[in-house]
């Protein structure tokens, strides 16, 4: 299984990153691919995950109203837009893919497959 991530960065508060991953070599017939991230000291936490066969979303109350999650099935590319970042934003964002069962990709809180990691860094 490859998630490769791309898009990270340092931004002022207020910016804008878009974020990337390529996903591949994985076999769920039914899943859910989303985006998590790790702050210095915290636990990984979900930011927003898409549910490939319906499209339909879910969001951290954070991310609600400034980032939109989406999936391209044709390119496996899952994009995770973040608008108006805060420096609570600050974190290494994961690119994930969790199987859909048991209504846990209805909660976005872990993945069975994980990508490298892009830095996200957001000034004040």
């Known amino acids: 299984v490859q998630l490769v991530e791309s898009g990270g960065g340092l931004v002022q508060a207020g910016g804008s990153l878009r974020l990337s991953c390529v996903a591949s070599g994985f076999s769920f017939d039914d899943y859910a691919i989303g985006w998590f991230r790790q702050a210095p000291g915290k636990e990984r936490e979900g930011v927003s995950c898409i549910l490939v066969r319906d499209s339909s979303t879910v969001y951290q109350d954070s991310a609600k109203g400034r980032f939109t999650i989406s999936y391209d099935i044709a390119t496996n590319t899952a994009i995770l837009q973040m608008n108006n970042l805060a420096p609570e934003d600050t974190a290494m964002y994961y690119c994930?893919?969790?199987?859909?069962?048991?209504?846990?990709?209805?909660?976005?809180?872990?993945?069975?497959?994980w990508g490298q990691g892009t830095q996200v860094t957001v000034s004040s």
């Open positions: 994930g893919v969790l199987e859909a069962q048991y209504g846990r990709e209805e909660h976005c809180l872990w993945a069975d497959y």
